[in-house]
């Protein structure tokens, strides 16, 4: 890129940390320390402030980035991504939502742990939060170092190092300094940039097609090298049973992983009331909605505008697709326009880093310091420490081992690392909150089996699948311990959680308690007695 690129989107990203930054400042100064305000802002959000939050903590890196890259290498396959994200919500609206904010107080934990012996599952479940969080988080460290790298010209690993590093270093001074409010407030201003800046885009894509979507999409088709086949099923998940499994498996773990998110479920918890919260939701998906229509076009616009080799050349994961559209349509690297639109893409695409990083590491540090240390600090005794205190350590330690990991995963596609999140959460934490809600013969040890019995499996299958050894695009391409066929897990590892929530159930001694589930049944169905 040349000089004025780097400038130009240099000084918009140092306006929007100084903006950011600002909020920050000012939400410490007006904060009263506790862990109602730390953790969920005092809970003063209204619905509409909340939807555009969950928007903005949503739409990541993942989304306006990697998705419209894997659009523009494998044509209708990539729509899977767009398909899956936005369904998930259904899930959300009807199953999560209302019944999560009536019986929670902080975090996923509080809904299970309300039934059952708080210990042992609050560290399962905290546990489980803390893996999920930071899965997702690297996909945001990966998403940053890509974006930098193309801005700054260099493909080499130093500028990515120090990317990943300034970014972990703010999404610190966020979540310490502001909690919860600041991250919201950044959240909204995020999504406010990143929407405007996608209808941006994809109306002038529109408008170098006359408005003419089939065009559009016969173009990218011819483009592609594939013809055809770029328009129908096939091109990455077909052909073998291994890629139609691998289909299938996705698609499981993005309907299902939304529920299951950290980050996500805790922002019910930012409304003073249940039906604050679905009203939020409903706005999510409005805007979620929109934005994810949109990446369709910005996919297909740069298979036909810049050329998937040209996307593949610039980023072999497709991470890069946006901002070489937005320089194309702007005019091209010389022009002016084509440095300003592109430097605005690359602000608003580190913008929507920022925000995801900041909500993500809120969620994690919460679930470390009320779940996990909460629990310890039970058994052990002594002075505690308070949480807020432990949940800003726990925001640093943290950060650090998303740097090293995103360092460690920076050449792979930041959607296809958001879908082993989405596959942990939908394995481990999706399951125990399901049984919580709605099986009243739930019992502590089901509660823990279902959580590490999603977990474990997860985990161990993406440690031996081709995501990690036996193939060019391995993260450890030079090694080959490959057992598991498959790149997403969700397919085994899903039921596999459910099976061992029965299970353990079925095989506990202990008698479920029939009043803790009518207590909790009334709670989520009607709000009464909830925080």
Known sequence: MTGDHQTLALLLFSVFVAVTLGITTWVSRNRHGSAEEFYAGGRLFSPMENGFAIAGDYASAASFLGVPGLIALFGYDGVLYVVGFLVGWLVVLFLVAELVRNCGRFTLADVVAARMSERPVRIAAGTSSVTVSVLYLVAQMVGAGSLVALLLGRTGGAAQVWTVIGVGALMVIYVSLGGMRATTWIQIVKAVLLLGGTVVLTVLVMVRFHGDLDRLLLTAAERSGHGSAFLAPGLHYGGDWTARLNFISLGLALVLGTGGLPHIVSRFYTVPTALAARRSTIWSIGLIGAFYLMTIVLGFGAAAIVGPEAVKGSNGAGNTAVPLLALDLGGGASSTGGTVLFAVVAAVAFATILAVV??????????VAHDL????????GGRPRSEVAVARGAAVGIGVIAIALGLVARDLNTA??????????????????????FWSGFTTRGAVWAVYGGLIPALGLVALSPVVSGSPGSLFPGVDFQFFPLDNPALVSVPLGFLAGWLGTVTSAELPDEAKHAETEVRSLTGAGAV
Do not use: C, E, H, K
């Not at 240390?373 to 052990?380: I, T, V």
């Not at 296809?416 to 809600?437: D, H």
């Open 358 to 367: 900041a909500g993500i590491t809120l969620a994690s540090s919460a679930s």
């Open 373 to 380: 240390y909460a629990s310890l600090r039970r058994r052990r």
């Open 416 to 437: 296809f690392l958001v879908g082993l999140a989405f596959a942990v959460a939908a394995s481990a934490n999706l399951p125990v909150l399901l049984y919580s809600l």
